[in-house]
């Protein structure tokens, strides 16, 4: 039974991520994970920027969904569809600072409660 090529790409061991998605885990792990100020630095500035992207954010989407819905056509001429778009994008954006965060906090984690015998 063929499930298509994802299936078949799967069977032979690939991952959806190419060599591309591998060169930036390495250089994460080289450069940032491998040095534990670098990985506190790293995760305090992830907390800002995912803080800072989700303040506020469920007010603007229901202000966006409330003029589109009230205004129709008129507010995506004006913006509206435009706005809901970077709204999307900045919450996008700040769960992959959140996930920079928790990557972060797991090997800073680890490596405190590593026996050190």
């Known amino acids: 039974m063929d499930l298509g090529p994802a299936a078949r790409s799967r069977r032979l061991g690939h991952t959806w991520a190419g060599k591309g998605h591998a060169n930036v885990q390495q250089w994460f792990h080289r450069v940032v994970l491998s040095r534990r100020w670098v990985t506190f630095v790293v995760m305090g500035l992830s907390f800002f920027v995912f803080g800072a992207g989700t303040l506020n954010l469920f007010m603007l989407f229901k202000s966006n969904a409330e003029l589109l819905a009230n ?28 996930l920079v965060f928790k990557i972060c906090e797991y090997r800073l984690v680890q490596s405190i409660a590593k026996d050190p015998g």
């Open 71 to 98: 205004f129709g056509w008129q507010a995506v001429m004006d913006g509206g569809l435009l706005q809901l778009v970077q709204l999307l994008l900045a919450g996008f954006a700040s769960l992959a600072a959140y």
